[in-house]
């Protein structure tokens, strides 16, 4: 009986919990040709630690953060450093190296959204940039002066306004890599701090 409701509970938080997709994947192989083995790395939006434990895998010293409770735990219980943090706001000025995140970024009809942990994994809000947005204003203060920041963005999420969100927040954007899917194309994208 005890077992039982181990296993439900178990289950129930896989359901809360963002699996890796072929967005994940893409950002984790792109990242993890920026992370050097000295680096301190950010994850944000860890999900099932996927990307945190690809980059941990070169060495280098891996903080993994998520609104989502479940998904802190599942970061913990790989053995990554976890903070439950919105975004970048608990952490100290000027600290990251490599920053990484792959946000919620389907554009979402407010009349159905539902109050999930799923639904803040996947929904960008009306424009799909409602969790990138306040990412791209307040990323440059965590990052050292030649850090990088590797963003996971969807065509559906029109890219040059996130590009132009990017510039607003004192980072100059590149496409760095790019996959075509039915109906979208995934790209990465590298930020730099354009006033290093
Ligand atoms: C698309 S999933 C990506 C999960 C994982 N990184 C991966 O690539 O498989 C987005 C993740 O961002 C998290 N998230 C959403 N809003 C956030 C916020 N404001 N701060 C931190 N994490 C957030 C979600 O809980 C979810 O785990």
């Not at 100059?172 to 039915?182: D, I, Q, W, Y």
């Given at each position: 009986m005890k077992d039982d409701r181990i296993e439900l509970a178990s289950q129930r938080d896989l359901d809360q919990v963002y699996e890796p997709a072929e967005d994940s994947h893409l950002l984790a192989e792109t990242a993890r040709e920026y992370v050097?083995?000295?680096d301190l790395v950010l994850e944000?939006?860890?999900g099932s630690a996927y990307v945190a434990t690809a980059l941990a895998t070169t060495g280098a010293e891996v903080v993994a953060t998520d609104v989502n409770p479940m998904a802190c735990r599942e970061a913990y219980e790989a053995g990554l450093s976890t903070v439950r943090a919105n975004l970048v706001e608990p952490f100290r000025d000027h600290c990251f190296d490599v920053v990484a995140f792959n946000p919620p970024y389907l554009p979402t009809d407010p009349d159905h959204e539902f109050d999930d942990w799923m639904e803040r994994a996947l929904s960008g809000g009306e424009d799909g940039r409602a969790v990138i947005d306040p990412f791209l204003a307040t990323v440059r203060r965590v990052l050292v002066d030649d850090g990088v920041v590797l963003l996971l963005v969807s065509s559906l999420t029109d890219i040059d306004a996130v590009r132009a969100s990017a510039a607003a927040g004192g980072l100059?954007?590149?496409?760095?890599?790019?996959?075509?899917?039915?109906f979208e194309r995934l790209v990465v994208l590298e930020l730099r701090p354009d006033d290093p």
């Open positions: 050097g083995t000295d944000v939006g860890t100059t954007a590149r496409e760095v890599a790019e996959e075509s899917h039915p």
